[in-house]
T-cell receptor, first 116, second 115 residues
Framework: AQSVTQLGSHVSVSEGALVLLRCNYS??????LFWYVQYPNQGLQLLLK??????LVKGINGFEAEFKKSETSFHLTKPSAHMSDAAEYFC??????????????FGQGTELSVKP | NAGVTQTPKFQVLKTGQSMTLQCAQD?????MSWYRQDPGMGLRLIHY???????DQGEVPNGYNVSRSTTEDFPLRLLSAAPSQTSVYFC??????????????FGQGTRLTVV
């Protein structure tokens, strides 16, 4: 069973437009949620994470995400896209259950293209 | 500050050959893991380790072996390479272990082609 689902393998936006990348998770306990970004031919780096506390999380490069427990979602947004945002974005979760910790499980990834 | 270092960056193997992908971290992290990245499938966990001398299987462990003799190193061995193991391999480490809420640090990846 898929534990993290990213809706849309490719998203294309114009420069200056809103970026919305969708992520839904399934977990039997309150999850820890992450967004990572991968630029071409590089490793992954952390954009932001939700552990506990405030449900709106701000990350690097102007990105933010909101944890919505009722919708089991953790969508990533940025008000105004920049050409440098073109990359692949991965949603990930740990703590799927009380006896399944320590494993970082990834979604399928969403490739973001930014048009001039 | 090196972080997580993977070698080699690129490798071509013939079917049936064996090899070891190296991974080293200098952050004194207890938790290390190996992933493979394939188009449309995200990153899938191969093996992981919660400390020296302790390893466990992830989602796709078949065809791979690991060991963890030191905190710093976590090599991944391909026993008999198959074309299905053509992929990009990432090593990651983090401070936390079970139920971790801490950031994972990734290496630059090893692009492996099996012909």
């Amino acid at each position: 069973a898929q534990s993290v689902t990213q809706l849309g393998s490719h998203v294309s936006v114009s420069e200056g437009a809103l970026v919305l990348l969708r992520c839904n998770y399934s977990s039997s306990v309150p999850p820890y949620l992450f967004w990572y970004v991968q630029y071409p031919n590089q490793g992954l780096q952390l954009l932001l994470k939700y552990t506990t506390g405030a449900t709106l999380v701000k990350g690097i490069n102007g990105f933010e995400a909101e944890f919505k427990k009722s919708e089991t979602s953790f969508h990533l947004t940025k008000p105004s896209a920049h050409m440098s945002d073109a990359a692949e974005y991965f949603c990930a979760v740990t703590r799927l259950s009380y006896n399944q910790g320590g494993k970082l499980i990834f979604g399928q990834g969403t490739e973001l293209s930014v048009k001039p | 500050n090196a972080g997580v270092t993977q070698t080699p960056k690129f490798q071509v193997l013939k079917t049936g050959q064996s090899m070891t992908l190296q991974c080293a971290q200098d952050m004194n992290h207890e938790y290390m893991s190996w992933y493979r990245q394939d188009p449309g499938m995200g990153l899938r966990l191969i093996h992981y380790s919660v400390g020296a001398g302790i390893t466990d299987q992830g989602e796709v462990p078949n065809g791979y072996n690991v060991s963890r003799s030191t905190t710093e190193d976590f090599p991944l061995r391909l026993l008999s390479a198959a074309p299905s193991q053509t992929s990009v391999y990432f090593c990651a480490s983090s401070y936390g272990t079970l139920g971790s809420n801490t950031e994972a640090f990734f290496g630059q990846g090893t692009r492996l082609t099996v012909v």
